[in-house]
């Protein structure tokens, strides 16, 4: 099993979320919005690392969406 990127949530003004993946090689931080994010589609830091998001991170990823609305009480 790969290492699955670290990732932190970031939601604009508009709530449209952003993925921004730490690459575990070099700790470059690479920004991809989530609605365009294709689960195992392969993805690679500027280094050359590796830093596709896995079904279960993308799944993490929206899960983690709902919950920062919910917290902003939009949904
Ligand atoms: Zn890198």
């Known amino acids: 099993?790969?290492?699955t990127p670290?990732?932190?949530i970031d939601l604009d003004k508009?709530?449209?979320a952003t993925v921004v993946?730490?690459?575990t090689e070099c700790?470059?931080?690479t920004r991809?919005?989530?609605k365009s994010?294709?689960?195992g589609s392969p993805m690679r830091c500027k280094c050359g690392a590796d830093i596709s998001m896995t079904d279960s991170a993308v799944a993490l990823a929206q899960r983690r969406v709902a919950e920062i609305k919910q917290s902003y009480r939009l949904q």
């Open 37 to 39: 994010l294709q689960p």
């Open 21 to 23: 993946i730490a690459c």
């Open 1 to 3: 099993m790969k290492p």
């Open 6 to 8: 670290q990732f932190d």
């Open 32 to 34: 991809h919005h989530l």
């Open 27 to 29: 700790g470059h931080e």
């Open 14 to 16: 508009h709530y449209n």
